[in-house]
């Protein structure tokens, strides 16, 4: 299989997939080592679980994005 093979198939994966794919392929080049990172990756996962879960609702963006600038127009 070639590049382009390898890129036309991975674009048919799911979004979820399609995203630990370029994570993984993110960390090849460039891997986390410092202390931060390594707690990010902790909140990150924990935040994933959560959602899965079912014990927080995501909210939209442009729900988060309204707010924000309803705070900010006074």
């Known amino acids: 299989m070639n590049t382009k093979e ?10 979820e997939e399609r995203a630990l794919v370029v994570d993984s392929l993110l960390r090849s ?10 707690k990010w990756i902790a909140v990150a996962q924990r ?3 959560e959602l899965r879960s ?3 609702k995501a909210v939209p963006g442009e729900a988060v994005f309204e707010k924000i600038r309803k705070r900010y127009e006074k």
């Open 6 to 15: 390898l890129i036309d198939e991975a674009v048919l994966l799911p979004v």
């Open 29 to 38: 080049l460039n891997q986390p080592e410092s202390e931060v990172d390594k």
């Open 47 to 49: 935040r994933l679980a």
């Open 54 to 56: 079912g014990l927080v």
